[in-house]
């Protein structure tokens, strides 16, 4: 089994600044994808960032320019720096990754517990 540990949520004011990071760790041949996502009350989980090994980082619209996202594959941790924050980033932050146990498996979609972002002044 894998098991993703997130950590860095917290209160912050507007324009101020988070870094969130997500640990994998277990059975990990491999982790093709590691991502953020976020989920609002009473609003669908969205994507925020994803980024694949050797490929260049994917974000969606609303965070582009604001938020960055950085792995350290050694470690198999992700990170989200975000900066500018606004009220409206305020939400649970999921990391989510796909990961092969073992050589011959498939791939699999693991998700860690959440974070609280909360952007208020």
């Known amino acids: 089994q894998v098991q993703l540990v997130e950590s860095g949520g917290g209160l912050v004011q507007p324009g101020g600044s988070l870094r969130l990071s997500c640990a994998a760790s277990?059975?990990?041949?491999?982790?093709?994808?590691m991502g953020w996502y976020r989920q609002a009350p009473g609003k669908e989980r969205e994507r925020v960032a994803t980024?694949?090994?050797?490929?260049?980082?994917n974000y969606t619209d609303s965070v582009k320019g604001r938020f960055a996202i950085s792995r350290d594959n050694a470690k198999n941790t992700v990170y989200l720096q975000m900066n500018s924050l606004k009220p409206e980033d305020t939400a649970v932050y999921y990391c989510?990754?796909?990961?092969?146990?073992?050589?011959?498996?498939?791939?699999?979609?693991?998700w860690g517990q959440g974070t609280q972002v909360t952007v208020s002044s």
């Open positions: 989510k990754a796909i990961v092969k146990t073992r050589t011959s498996s498939p791939r699999y979609i693991f």
């Open positions: 277990g059975t990990i041949f491999s982790i093709d994808v």
């Open positions: 980024i694949i090994s050797g490929n260049s980082p």
